[in-house]
């Protein structure tokens, strides 16, 4: 299993029907909104809408109105602008927005986006001086600039202004520029703190346009605003749901040529195309350029107007993502020995080399991330200096990490799950220290291994072709608004098959007499850790699969295992966290399932005084010789059973990995089952006698 504990809401069937029939929508798609905590009426169709008047005015944002009086003032001027963007997704889609705006207006206006390799992120000087020489009087910043203090001074004395509009996290002191336009910034009262690079250029945009600004530009740059914020995994509630739903329309219209050519040269169906394809798909080859050097590549796919000029370019992005593919896969497989060679336990991962292409370390950050579950540091060193890419987990503040230890740094920037930084080498030993230093004071929440699931499937009629298919008015989905994630409990394996080269698994399982063809992507058959014939536990994005003309229910596999893991893996859950005095939630329907009976209490309770020396060995073997009986959810009941015992300090009880030590206390003595915080928290608090 990759994630530690499942957690799902409880399906309440008279509630869910209740809330399907007040809003006029399916049981599933109530029953996934209500466990989202949206249930009523006016709440679903509030959440659902993608109406325009969910845009917030870009004049609430702080600086925005001295901002757009400062470009309409260059406008009218005839000034040169050059608007300074980031080589990433988001910051070319919000370049070429804003460099197409200021043109439309009618003014000379370049784009300045520096090189990954060789500049690195945000401003630096030399191409301050670079835009001074070629005449430009005012640089607007998109995707960048929020902690530009020291290039926004030496801008002005070069004889330039500079509006910053960015998302990023602010540190401190503010640059002293005409605007700095960023939700971000402490003392901004915009609503929406997750606009995205692109996002904040559009409502730059819309507030220079004056009157309908938005509604004129969205009509041509929602594809833009799209494309940008779903690339940088931006929240898709609010008016985030508005540009990405308008978006997807333009998208699927393909009248950007640019656009329109990547998808095919993706294999992307143009007329259906989703967040998964611009996330997976467009967004990857689009980022290929600037990690190799090339990010002029991808600023010239969206501004090209000619078709047979736009596939060429298109090939030539998914050339360099082939070739960023292969990079990446030799640094990962160099980190991965590296590992090995420190004999790798847990912990933060902070590493560095001379012989890793910088362009690629995030990618391969974020590919340690999931399969560690911990911070990732990753440093490419040229020249005594280590230029690098962090990815954290859940529940651990990279950008906040970097804080703390910013003596040893020379730059950092970035967000709580991803940020960018540069080191000088001699420092790299205290940077490492700090870090780790921080890690040990900060760990990541315990949430950080739980999967979140809507709710467990109790009615198989939740599941036909009819109900999956009105999940498709949850689209987009995307961070804050992830796709229905569900649980099916005790299903029998019916059929492995092996596809994709061996690389993917295909399966059927059967509950409630109904058999569900299922697929799990990234699992060879060999590592499933079942056979035909087990009883298992599915996590899984049910889907509407077409096939030779026939649309069937699919179930896209996120976590699979053995029935009794989960299981086992929640009593962990409760007897940890109950005995740490934490109050948690426990489903009726696992409050039934795992409290022990009396009976358990006592026929395991003299199992283990019959064994004087007590039980050592593997945790499934010794739970199972313990059991009452030899039902799937016994051990678990077994286990609950024994925390319970050394709760009230009847037996010691260690777990080591998968080993378990057991043995009942010298002094025996006896114990009320119901002073046990366990047993209270299983029953409810109430007395079972």
């Not at 064994?611 to 199972?624: M, S, V, W």
Request: charged residues 25%.
């Amino acid at each position: 299993m990759k994630w530690d504990i499942w957690n799902s809401r409880e399906y309440d069937p008279e509630a869910v029907s209740a809330c399907a029939k007040a809003a006029g929508c399916s049981l599933l798609l109530a029953a996934v909104l209500r466990a989202r905590g949206i249930s009523t009426k006016a709440e679903i169709a509030d959440f659902l809408s993608a109406d325009h008047t969910k845009l917030y005015d870009p004049l609430l944002m702080a600086d925005m109105e001295a901002g757009a009086e400062r470009i309409r003032r260059a406008i009218a001027d005839n000034e040169t602008v050059a608007v300074y963007g980031d080589y990433d997704v988001d910051g070319i889609t919000a370049s070429v927005l804003m460099t197409d705006y200021l043109k439309s207006r009618g003014i000379t206006c370049t784009a300045y986006i520096p090189d990954r390799l060789g500049e690195g992120y945000g401003l630096n000087l030399a191409a301050l001086e670079t835009l001074a020489k070629e005449g430009v009087t005012l640089i607007i910043t998109v995707d960048c600039g929020v902690t530009a203090v020291e290039e926004t001074a030496y801008a002005k004395t070069l004889g330039m202004d500079m509006v910053i509009t960015d998302h990023h996290q602010c540190q401190g002191q503010l640059p002293n520029a005409i605007a700095v336009i960023d939700p971000k910034r402490p003392d901004c009262p915009y609503p929406n703190k997750e606009l995205s690079g692109v996002g904040v250029a559009f409502k730059c945009a819309a507030a220079v346009e004056g009157e309908n600004g938005q509604e004129t530009l969205l009509a041509r740059y929602a594809d833009l605003v799209a494309t940008g914020s779903v690339a940088d995994v931006m929240d898709l509630t609010g008016e985030n749901r508005v540009f990405v739903t308008e978006g997807l329309f333009q998208l699927r219209k393909g009248e950007r040529a640019g656009l329109k050519c990547l998808m095919s040269e993706a294999g992307i169906e143009q007329e259906t195309i989703g967040v998964t394809g611009i996330g997976y798909s467009l967004a990857p080859r689009l980022n290929a350029a600037g990690r190799m050097g090339n990010a002029a590549l991808a600023f010239s796919l969206f501004d090209e107007s000619q078709s047979q000029n736009a596939a060429d370019l298109a090939a030539e992005l998914c050339d360099l993502n082939q070739k960023r593919q292969e990079i990446e896969a030799e640094i990962l497989e160099d980190v991965l020995q590296m590992l090995e060679q420190e004999q790798y336990t847990a912990g933060p991962i902070v590493l560095a080399s001379e012989a890793w292409h910088k362009g690629v370390l995030g990618i391969v950050a974020s590919r340690l991330m999931e399969r560690y579950h911990e911070p990732v540091i990753l440093l490419c060193i040229e020249g005594g200096v280590g230029r690098g890419s962090c990815r954290s987990v859940k529940g651990f503040d990279v950008f906040r990490a970097l804080e703390a230890a910013a003596e040893h740094l020379d730059g950092y920037g970035g967000h709580e799950q991803a940020a960018g930084l540069t080191v000088s080498m001699e420092n790299f030993p205290a940077l490492k220290e700090g870090l780790l230093a921080y890690y040990a004071a900060h760990p990541p929440k315990a949430e950080a291994g739980v999967l979140e699931a809507d709710f467990t499937v109790e009615d198989p009629q939740v599941l036909t072709l009819d109900q999956v298919k009105s999940l498709e008015r949850l689209e987009p989905c995307g961070r804050g608004n992830p796709n229905p994630l569900l649980i099916i409990e005790g299903a029998a394996l019916l059929k492995i098959q092996a596809i994709g080269g061996g690389k993917h698994v295909k399966l059927q399982a059967e509950k409630w007499g109904q058999i569900f063809d299922c697929v799990y992507f990234s699992m060879p058959a060999e590592h499933l850790g079942a056979r035909v014939g087990d009883v298992v536990d599915i996590a899984f994005i049910p889907q509407c699969n077409s096939f030779r003309g026939k649309t069937t229910v699919q179930l896209l596999i996120r976590d699979f295992g053995l029935s009794k893991t989960r299981l086992m893996n929640e009593a962990r859950r409760i007897c940890t966290r109950v005995l740490a005095g934490e109050e948690i939630a426990i489903s009726a329907r696992d409050k039934a399932r795992l409290s022990p009976s009396r009976e358990e209490f006592v026929s395991i309770w003299r199992r283990l005084e019959a064994e004087a020396e007590g039980y050592r060995g593997k945790t499934d073997q010794t739970l199972a010789v313990l059991s009452a009986d030899g039902s799937v959810l016994s051990p678990v009941r077994t286990y609950i059973c024994l925390c319970v015992f050394a709760e009230l300090g009847l037996v010691t009880l260690r777990e080591e990995g998968d080993n378990l030590h057991l043995a009942c206390t010298k002094e025996v003595r006896k114990a009320d089952l119901n002073t046990s915080k366990i047993r209270m928290a299983l029953e409810g608090g109430r007395d079972v006698g």
